[in-house]
């Protein structure tokens, strides 16, 4: 599975749209693009995958560039709740075994 | 109301001794999986299990034991032999393999706080 890397931390504010990055230079053309959260002290919570296009659901989007090395979660309009770790992974759909949880992004949505 | 729920949400066992957290879902998924967490850490693996009666050693088994005898429940046992046992522990599943193709949405639980006194 290739690695990704996400930065350390982030800040947004109420109600503006948040962007987190995620660099993945080495994913293979079989390879999925998953993020998660993980609210403090609670469970990861699945968000969005995609393969090479652009992804919408009723949390998130998931915008994937055309070389597919890099891709950006956004929030549209965040909210205080949405303060958490968000976990970037690449996978492939013919892989089995566990999704590999780095540090992930710490999203800070102040008021 | 489907899930996945593990009990207890905080545990507290004295050092030397065997401590079982359950984990149980309703999602009637195949795959079940254990990770430990640490403190500002991401989430490392334990076991993994893609079907009844059959389980994987993860990343970091060594001090665990696990059993997947049906395929709602898949409990971990923190044995005496796990060096450092305080941590949080996640359960979660997925609906596993059908042919070539993984699924890998996992969900999870709330989790089980372990406290070694």
């Known amino acids: 599975d290739a690695k990704t890397t996400q930065p350390t931390s982030m800040d947004c504010a109420e109600g503006r749209a948040a962007n987190l990055p995620c660099n993945h230079s080495?994913?293979?053309?079989?390879?999925?693009v998953y993020w998660y959260r993980q609210i403090h002290s609670q469970g990861p919570q699945y968000i969005i995958h995609?393969?090479?296009n652009n992804e919408t659901n009723e949390m998130a989007s998931l915008i994937i560039t055309e070389d597919r090395k890099s891709s950006t979660l956004i929030l549209p309009h965040a909210t205080l709740r949405d303060t958490a770790v968000y976990y970037c992974?690449?996978?492939?759909?013919?892989?089995?075994?566990?999704?590999?949880f780095g540090k992930g992004t710490k999203l800070s949505v102040k008021p | 109301d489907g899930g996945i729920t593990q009990s207890p949400k905080y545990l507290f066992r004295k050092e030397g001794q065997n401590v079982t957290l359950s984990c149980e879902q309703n999602l009637n998924h195949d795959a079940m999986y254990w990770y430990r967490q640490d403190p500002g850490q991401g989430l490392r693996l334990i076991y993994y299990?893609?079907?009844?009666?059959?389980?994987q050693k993860g990343d970091i088994a060594e001090g665990y034991s696990v059993s997947r005898e049906k395929k709602e429940s898949f409990p971990l046992t923190v044995t005496s032999a796990q060096k450092n046992p305080t941590a949080f522990y996640l359960c979660?599943?997925?609906?596993?393999?059908?042919?070539?193709?993984?699924?890998?949405?996992?969900?999870f639980g709330p989790g089980t706080r372990l406290t070694v006194l």
């Open positions: 992974i690449v996978k492939g759909r013919g892989s089995q075994g566990n999704l590999i």
């Open positions: 299990s893609q079907i009844v009666n059959d389980f």
């Open positions: 995609g393969l090479k």
């Open positions: 979660a599943s997925s609906m596993g393999t059908s042919g070539a193709i993984s699924y890998n949405e996992q969900f």
């Open positions: 080495t994913i293979s053309g079989n390879e999925y």
